[in-house]
């Protein structure tokens, strides 16, 4: 954070990823209840798939904050949540005027890249819903 002209903090709006392009994707809750689990896991599914795409066609290496949201919302489905897979995939998205410290989850992580995600990712795809 600079402190602006009028000596107080400004912060730096950056977005994670292209939100526009793929907000139309997420289901509304009240749309999941009726739906099967495999209805439910093929949603999130695609959703996390779209995340993944987005920042490759962005063609750089993911945020803290993206992998974090990624990781869970991977997770959840094989535990069956996937009203909280499509959670942390739309929290995934946020920009960083909309978290907590910044600073620290806007940096790129070179531990867990795309590739890996996307390893664990298609493991889930794997498995039945549940």
Known sequence: MDLGKNGKHEIEIRLIMDFERIKHKFPNPPSMV????????RICEELIQEAIDQIRRENRSAT??????????????????????????????????????????WDEV????????????EYIKGIPAR
């Open 64 to 105: 803290k904050w993206e992998v974090d949201g990624l990781s869970q919302a991977i997770a959840q489905i094989l535990y069956g949540r996937y009203s909280y897979s499509v959670h942390e995939v739309l929290l995934s998205t946020k920009s960083s005027h909309e978290v907590a410290r910044p600073d620290y989850w």
């Open 34 to 41: 009726g739906k099967s689990s495999d209805e439910k896991k």
């Open 110 to 121: 070179d531990d867990i890249d795309l590739d890996k995600l996307q390893f664990a990712f």
